[in-house]
């Protein structure tokens, strides 16, 4: 989840949102991606999720097998997660906040040379190469 956009920002909430165990703030401002001067500021709204660009076919809809998601998949949808890999169990999101769930529907989008399997709650149950 991104962390709020005013108000005290604690150190405990920063290195929550990186999964840091880092106690510097030197250190948590650059693991998020800040250069210098340092700037608790900066951290409003912030939120450590990953983009990741997916292809669906005309419309976004996914694809009934993979073999299809592998071959024809064009149109790209950009979805989110807290991590910065893809694999079974992840769950995608449609915001960069992390809040809403993907509707996959349980059909397949490709991302790279890989396609998933991506149900109603947005957690990939299956992946396989094209």
Known sequence: ?????????????????????????????????????????????FSASTEFTFYAGDGQNGFGDYASACAEAYDPITLYAAVATLGNNVTLYTDNTLSTAFNGGGLWYKSGNTVYEIPDGGKITAQRGC
């Open 1 to 45: 989840m991104a962390l709020q956009s005013s108000g005290a920002i604690s150190l405990s909430q920063i290195k929550t949102e990186l999964g840091s165990s880092a106690n510097d703030f030197r250190t948590l401002h650059a693991a998020a991606g800040f250069s210098t001067p340092d700037s608790i500021s900066e951290f409003y709204g």
